[in-house]
């Protein structure tokens, strides 16, 4: 195991799909530790799927991934968790039966038995997420939405993660819920946790995050700061449904990397 790079995570030109087709092809991703960044794209766009791959739920056809450095393509979810990237996934899936404090039981299930540090933890997450504080014994299936979702980020930070990876958290949400979970994941970075999410909200996500990726059919296309993507009339454009004149240009090219290398992906 070689040390390729500094960033936290990093996805080199990845490509893969199901069965035999591809659903995201040479997508490169870095990031680095802390902050918000936001993945976005249409319906479709590959998102999920790279996410998905990143935390080794899905097997890389080509390419690369690492975690401080380390190539951990083809290492199994768990030990990636173990390395500190953690992941929501889309729905946000609670054990519905269970009470909170036996769904968070679960988030800590790779420390062991160490019961005195996940009690640590669970009052550590407690003073960042008071309504679970208030809802220990409750079942976690007659939580609010947004009070799901938030139990579902506290599980994923019950292993103390430095990279907490969502898809679509604000799905199903109404907007007021929307902003309470924007607003909990930019404390959080505040607290040094590096946000890595999946968004179809796109300008909601890019008003949040520093830093974005826009996919379109499995390719990252744009690549920046949040402000300056927000700002990118093609950006805009994809926003909108319409696919602008130079993403259909770079698409068309044989060898994506060309439009990359001419600085047409990165704004
Ligand atoms: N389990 C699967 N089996 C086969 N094809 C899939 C599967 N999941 C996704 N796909 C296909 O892969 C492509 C990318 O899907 P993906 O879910 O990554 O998109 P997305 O950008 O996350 O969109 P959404 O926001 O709708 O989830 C799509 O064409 C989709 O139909």
């Known amino acids: 195991m070689e040390v390729e790079s500094t960033a936290f995570l990093e996805l080199k030109q990845v490509t893969t799909g199901y069965g035999d087709v591809p ?3 040479n997508a490169s991703m870095v990031f680095d530790r ?3 960044s936001a993945v976005i794209g249409s319906n479709g766009a590959g998102k999920s799927t790279v996410i998905k791959a990143a935390v080794g739920l899905l097997p890389v056809w080509n390419g690369q991934i690492f975690i401080e450095g380390v190539d ?3 290492e ?6 173990a390395r500190g990237v953690a992941f929501v996934p889309q729905g946000r899936i609670v054990m519905p039966e269970m009470t909170v404090r036996e769904n968070l039981d679960i988030g800590a299930y790779i420390l062991g038995n160490d019961r005195r540090r996940i ?5 550590r997450l407690v003073a960042t997420f008071p309504v679970i504080g208030q809802r220990m014994d409750q079942l976690a299936g007659t ?6 979702q938030m139990l579902a980020i506290a599980r994923a930070l019950m292993t103390d993660p430095t990279a907490i990876i969502l898809d679509e958290p604000s799905l199903g949400l109404s907007p007021k819920f929307v902003d309470a979970v924007f607003e909990k994941l930019v404390e959080l970075a505040g607290q040094g946790l590096t946000v890595i999410m999946v968004e179809q909200k796109a300008s909601r996500a890019l008003t949040v995050a520093e830093r974005g990726y826009v996919m379109h059919t499995g390719r990252v296309i744009y690549t ?11 950006v805009q454009q994809l926003f909108l449904g319409e696919v602008p004149e130079e993403v259909e240009r770079m698409l068309n090219l044989n060898d994506f990397d060309e439009a990359a290398h001419a600085g047409m992906a990165h704004t």
């Open 23 to 25: 659903a995201v092809r």
């Open 72 to 74: 951990v393509t083809t």
């Open 224 to 234: 920046g700061e949040a402000a300056s993507l927000l700002e990118n009339p093609n």
């Open 34 to 36: 802390g902050g918000v």
């Open 119 to 123: 009690a640590a933890t669970i009052e």
């Open 143 to 148: 939580m609010s939405g947004g009070e799901q």
């Open 76 to 81: 199994a979810p768990h030990k990636r968790l």
